[in-house]
T-cell receptor, first 114, second 115 residues
Framework: GAGVSQTPSNKVTEKGKYVELRCDPI?????LYWYRQSLGQGPEFLIY????????DSGLPNDRFFAVRPEGSVSTLKIQRTERGDSAVYLC????????????FGPGTRLLVL | AQKITQTQPGMFVQEKEAVTLDCTYD???????LFWYKQPSSGEMIFLIY??????QNATEGRYSLNFQKARKSANLVISASQLGDSAMYFC????????????FGTGTRLQVFP
């Protein structure tokens, strides 16, 4: 079946603007994760959903970032009042049920804030 | 605090040779999982191999094997018979079982395979 998909693949925005990044997990996967990868670094955890609820949002850097998963499938990461420091690749992953299950990643959205 | 350390920013290996990518970790938990992912220039993170902390045998997946030394807290990835397509970034990651499901990643090692 299809893997994790993310849209858009690239996003260029201006400082102060609002952006939405979308993740479509593997069908049937209940767990969904967002990570952020800055240049030259490994991915850093942002938030984890189990079903519709955010089980762990400890990685969100501040209140400009929030994410939703209203129907337990597609998730949207929303960034308000973007800053240049938000420029990074935003990766989404899903796993069958969380826990020890392997996380499978999408291709990422490359965000550039000018 | 949990931490993953990858001390090799870059590695070179000749095609068909074996290469070891180092990873050490730090955790106070007894139950945890260790992962290796490959990230080609396209950007997607590709799962390679998993080792649970209670697994008695080293994990193997085709040409990939994980040299797990629990007492030393190391989980090195061994790639046998390197291929040109193995050129990529490689990330070691850890998940603590009693925490949430988040993965903690190292800074990665860039592997370049030459003919």
């Amino acid at each position: 079946g299809a893997g994790v998909s993310q849209t858009p693949s690239n996003k260029v925005t201006e400082k102060g603007k609002y952006v939405e990044l979308r993740c479509d997990p593997i069908s049937g996967h209940t767990a969904l994760y967002w990570y952020r990868q800055s240049l030259g670094q490994g991915p850093e955890f942002l938030i984890y959903f189990q079903g519709t609820g955010a089980a762990d949002d400890s990685g969100l850097p501040n209140d400009r970032f929030f994410a939703v998963r209203p129907e337990g499938s597609v998730s949207t990461l929303k960034i308000q009042r973007t800053e240049r420091g938000d420029s990074a690749v935003y990766l989404c992953a899903s796993s069958f049920s969380g826990g020890e299950e392997t996380q499978y990643f999408g291709p990422g959205t490359r965000l550039l804030v000018l | 605090a949990q931490k993953i350390t990858q001390t090799q920013p870059g590695m070179f290996v000749q095609e068909k040779e074996a290469v070891t990518l180092d990873c050490t970790y730090d955790t106070s938990d007894q139950s945890y999982g260790l992962f290796w992912y490959k990230q080609p220039s396209s950007g997607e993170m590709i799962f390679l191999i998993y080792q649970g902390s209670y697994d008695e045998q080293n994990a193997t997946e085709g040409r990939y094997s994980l040299n797990f030394q629990k007492a030393r807290k190391s989980a090195n990835l061994v790639i046998s018979a390197s291929q040109l397509g193995d050129s990529a970034m490689y990330f070691c990651a850890m998940r603590e079982a009693y925490n949430t499901d988040k993965l903690i990643f190292g800074t990665g090692t860039r592997l370049q395979v030459f003919p």
